[in-house]
T-cell receptor
Framework: GAVVSQHPSWVICKSGTSVKIECRSLDFQATTMFWYRQFPKQSLMLMATSNEGSKATYEQGVEKDKFLINHASLTLSTLTVTSAHPEDSSFYIC?????????????FGPGTRLTVL | AQSVAQPEDQVNVAEGNPLTVKCTYSVSGNPYLFWYVQYPNRGLQFLLKYITGDNLVKGSYGFEAEFNKSQTSFHLKKPSALVSDSALYFCAVPKDTGFQKLVFGTGTRLLVSP
């Protein structure tokens, strides 16, 4: 099946620094990728949709200047958490679908755990 | 708005017994429903989906789900649980007609005891 990877798997940073998380589709091209955030014992919350070659679209309540998304190629999307603060600590997950318009399955990366000190 | 609800935070079952993880949905139009499983330190894995057709959907790892329109439910089932089935299970529904954005339930932790 389709494989999505994320790097790093975990990161610890100081408050005020920026952190970049990479999401790669390893064996397929993904024109669209999605970024989710998962809080402990809570569901996944969709943050934004990453579109190759265009600006990302953010869900209501998500700060686009805080969470910068770049979809540089058909296999790579990056999420940069800028000026991170402890409340940004979370588990960030990306996903990609194989088909743009069909009720499709999503293939998820293993997630990145961010801890901001 | 499209939504799903998982009424149980946790389900406990003994190995070898049947298991059910509940999910109810609220959608406009035709429902498209998904189940995913999340193992510790691993990404969500697709189990099965309902698009149309038979109400009983068979998926990965011996799981199946029953679509019930009158009860607006899509419960996940397995006839005989394994300890290795212990994980976090999410049902999901597309957020809108674009299908790919998913709205997840709050998740149900399944604990299978030996």
């Amino acid at each position: 099946g389709a494989v999505v990877s994320q790097h790093p798997s975990w990161v610890i940073c100081k408050s005020g620094t920026s952190v970049k998380i990479e999401c790669r589709s390893l064996d397929f091209q993904a024109t669209t990728m999605f970024w989710y955030r998962q809080f402990p014992k809570q569901s996944l919350m969709l943050m934004a949709t990453s579109n190759e070659g265009s600006k990302a679209t953010y869900e209501q309540g998500v700060e686009k200047d805080k969470f910068l998304i770049n979809h540089a190629s058909l296999t790579l999307s990056t999420l940069t958490v800028t000026s991170a603060h402890p409340e940004d600590s979370s588990f960030y997950i990306c996903s990609a679908g194989l088909s743009r318009d069909l009720p499709d399955t999503q293939y998820f990366g293993p997630g990145t755990r961010l801890t901001v000190l | 708005a499209q939504s799903v609800a998982q009424p149980e935070d946790q389900v406990n079952v003994a190995e070898g017994n049947p298991l059910t993880v509940k999910c109810t949905y609220s959608v406009s139009g035709n429902p498209y429903l998904f189940w995913y499983v999340q193992y510790p330190n691993r990404g969500l894995q697709f189990l099965l989906k309902y698009i149309t057709g038979d109400n009983l959907v068979k998926g990965s790892y011996g799981f199946e789900a029953e679509f019930n329109k009158s009860q607006t439910s899509f419960h996940l089932k397995k006839p005989s649980a394994l300890v290795s089935d212990s994980a976090l299970y999410f049902c999901a529904v597309p957020k809108d007609t674009g299908f790919q954005k998913l709205v997840f339930g709050t998740g149900t932790r399944l604990l299978v005891s030996p």
